[in-house]
C-alpha cells in the first residue's frame, strides 16, 4: 500500500486533450467535404483549441502540484506538449483558409485533413490505454505508418501545384497549407514516440 497515493487524474486529461484534437479534426474534415461557412467552422475550431491550451495549463499546474506522478513527469510533459501541439496545427491550418481567402479544397488537402482524422482517431485509443499500456505499441506503429503517408500525399500534392500551372501566388499559399496539413501527422508521430517511451520504461 502505497503512503502517498499517486495523481491518476493525469489520465484524465490526457484523455480530454485526446478528445478535443478527434473534435477539431471532425470538424476540419466536414469543412473540407463541404466547403460552406468556412468562418463559422474555423472559429468552432478556434474554440476547441482555446479549451485545448486550458486543458494544457491545468495538466501543467497539477504537474507542479503532484509529488508522486504515475508516469515519468518528463513524460507527462513531453506528453502534454504534443498533444497541445497537434491541435494547434489543427487550428493553424484552418485559420489559413481564412488569411489566404480560399476559395475551394483540393482533393489533397482533403485527403490529409483525413489522415488527420484518422491519426486522431488512434490517439483517443491509444491515451485511453496509459494506465494499461499492453495495445499503445501497435497504435505507435499505426501512428508512424500514417505520417509515412501524408508525407507522400503532400509530396503529390505539391508536384501537382507545379505541373498545373497554377499561379505564383497559389502555389506559395497551398505549399504552406500542405505543410501545415503534413506537420499535424508529425506531430502525431511524436506523440508516439512519447507513448512508445512511458511503455519501454514499464515493462
Given amino acids: 500500500m502505497r503512503l502517498i497515493p499517486r495523481e491518476e487524474k493525469f ?48 495538466l501543467m499546474t497539477k504537474l507542479n502540484k503532484t509529488f508522486i506522478t504515475p508516469i515519468d513527469r518528463e513524460d507527462i510533459h513531453s506528453l502534454c506538449s504534443a498533444l497541445d501541439d497537434v491541435l494547434d496545427l489543427i487550428d493553424g491550418a484552418s485559420g489559413r483558409l481564412i488569411t489566404y481567402k480560399i476559395r ?24 485511453a490505454q496509459l494506465h494499461r ?44 497549407i500542405y505543410e501545415v496539413l503534413e506537420a499535424t501527422t508529425d506531430k502525431c508521430e511524436d506523440v508516439a514516440d512519447v507513448l512508445e517511451s512511458v511503455v519501454l520504461k514499464s515493462t
Avoid at 483540393?106 to 483525413?114: E, R, S, V, Y
Fill in 11 to 58: 489520465y484524465d486529461l490526457f484523455r480530454d486533450q485526446a478528445g478535443l484534437i478527434n473534435q477539431a479534426a471532425m470538424i476540419l474534415v466536414a469543412l473540407f467535404e463541404d466547403y460552406k461557412d468556412v468562418e463559422k467552422h474555423v472559429t468552432e475550431i478556434k474554440f476547441v483549441e482555446h479549451k485545448g491550451d486550458q486543458l494544457t495549463h491545468e
Fill in 104 to 127: 475551394q479544397i483540393t482533393p489533397g488537402a482533403t485527403q490529409l485533413a483525413k489522415v488527420i482524422l484518422h491519426g486522431s482517431e488512434i490517439i483517443v485509443r491509444a491515451v
Fill in 133 to 176: 499500456p499492453q495495445n499503445i505499441l501497435e497504435y505507435c506503429d499505426q501512428l508512424s505508418q500514417l505520417e509515412k503517408d501524408a508525407d507522400r500525399i503532400k509530396g503529390e500534392c505539391v508536384a501537382r501545384l507545379f505541373e498545373n500551372s497554377a499561379s505564383p501566388t497559389d502555389i506559395i499559399k497551398w505549399k504552406e
